[in-house]
């Protein structure tokens, strides 16, 4: 499966990485990318293991918010 987030408040590289490293940490998520410019970040994932919900969580632990 694959899901677009929302995420706002990016602002450098180093949220990039944050945000990629916090998603890649779920058990099911297989590729992360993040557009730093557009604040979209591509996530392709296996649903028999992790959900939206749960990635949007982890983003929003490490301080951004995601718009649905």
Same mark, same amino acid.
């Given at each position: 499966?694959?899901?677009?987030?929302?995420?706002?408040?990016? %602002?450098?590289?180093?949220?990039?990485?944050?945000? !990629?490293?916090?998603? /890649?940490?779920? @058990?099911?998520?297989?590729?992360?990318? *993040?557009?730093?410019?557009?604040?979209?970040?591509?996530? %392709?994932?296996?649903?028999?293991?992790?959900?939206? !919900?749960?990635?949007? /969580?982890?983003? @929003?632990?490490?301080?951004?918010?995601? *718009?649905?």
């Amino acid at each position: 499966m694959q899901t677009t987030l929302d995420v706002r408040g990016m %602002t450098c590289g180093h949220c990039e990485s944050s945000v !990629k490293n916090a998603l /890649e940490s779920l @058990e099911g998520v297989q590729g992360v990318e *993040v557009n730093l410019g557009t604040g979209r970040v591509d996530v %392709t994932y296996d649903e028999a293991y992790v959900t939206i !919900k749960q990635m949007r /969580e982890a983003v @929003e632990e490490q301080g951004y918010d995601v *718009v649905a």
